[in-house]
C-alpha cells in the first residue's frame, strides 16, 4: 500500500548500480563484520572529511555514547540537557551515571553555560551536552568551565555531521564527541555510530572496549561490550561520502525556501540560526509563540489532518520520564526554558529532494492556521 503521508524525514539512497560492486567484493571476502577492509577504510575516509584525528565506527550512536562514557571511566554526577532525544541520558543509567539537568540558552536551545556551572556539585566529574539540531553549544565557555572544575566533555552530536565553526569541525571540541548514523539523520548508513577522539591512545581503548575487551586472539582486558560497524554498513558509509555534500546543499535549499515562506507569519519563529560556520541544515524546527493563531499541538494536529506528519522534537522532555522525573534537578522550575521550548516546538519535514510544491503547502497550511483561532 502506498503511504502518501509526507513525515520529517526521508532517506536519500545512493544509486543503486553503485553499491553493487562493494556487495560483490563483500560476497567475494566473506569478511562481513570484525574491522574489515570496509570498516578500515571508512573510518579513515570519514576522520579525513570530516577534519578529525581519529574515528572508532560503532553499531549505533547509543552504543557509542555508552561507551565514550567507559573510556573516560566517567563516575558520579553528569550534567546533561533534558532538551534531546531520551538516548543521551540513558546512556548515564546504563554507566550507573546520575544525570543531573541542567536548562538549555532561549536562543540555542543547547545547555547553558550558566545553568551547568550552577549545577557543578563535589560528585560532578563530566558534562553531556548536545548540538541540538546540529547548532553548536556554547563550546568556548563550555570548555573553560571543564578546565576550572576539571570535568570531562563528552559531545552528544548525534546532529551534528560535517557542522564546522569558523575553527574547523564542531567534532574537535571537548574530549569525545559521538555521532548518529541511524536512518533519520543527515548521514546514514542505516543503523551506525561513531565515536570522535584526538589521539590513537584513546581509540585504541575505545576498539578495545567496542569488540569485548580483546587486544589479540587470546587476551581479553576489559570489560568490554559489542558495539563493531559491519561491512555492510561500512560499505554503503563509504559510498554516501561522495554524496553527502551535495545532499547537504539540496536541505540548504530547502532551509532557505522555508525561510522566506515563513517570514512574516505572525508568532512563527526558526529557532537553527544562520550563524558562522557551516550549518548541516538536518532539522528545520519552529517555534509556535503565543502571538501565533493555534497552539503547537493544534498545528500539528492541522498539519497532520493534511497529511503532513512534522515531529514535536523535543517534547516531552526526557527529565519528565518516569526514570528521572523523580531526581532533584529535574524539577519544573529548573528547567523553565526548556519547558517552554518543548510547549512551543515543531520539527518540518526537511530532507535533499523534498519537493517545493510540498514546501508551498506545508507553508500555507501554517499561515492559514495562524487565522484559524
Ligand atoms: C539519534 C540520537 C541518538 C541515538 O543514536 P542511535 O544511532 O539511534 O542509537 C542519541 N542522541 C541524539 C541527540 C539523537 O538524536
Redesign the pocket.
Known sequence: MKDNRIYVTKPKLPPLEEFIPSLEKIWENRILTNGGPFHQQFEEELAAHLGVPYVSLFS??????MTALQALRVTGEVITTPY??V??SN?LLWNGLKPVFADVDPQTLNLSPKAIEAAITPETTAILP?H?YGQPCDVEAIQKIADDYNLNVIY?A??AFGVNTPKGSVLNYGDLS?L???A??VFNTF???AIVCKDIKTKTRIDRLKNFGFVDETTVVTHGINGKMNEFSAALGLLQLKYIDSMIEARQTVDALYREKLAGIPGISCITGDGEGRHNYSYFPILVGPEYGIDRDALYELLSENGIHARRYFHPLVSSFPMYRNLPSAREDNLQVALKAASEVLCLPIYPDLETTTISTITDIIARGSTAA
Not at 549505533?60 to 555514547?65: E, F, I, S, Y
Open positions: 549505533n550512536g547509543t552504543l557509542a555514547l534531546t532525544f538516548a543521551t546512556a548536545v541540538c552528544d548525534a546532529h559521538i548518529s548514523l541511524h533519520t539523520k543503523e551506525g555510530g
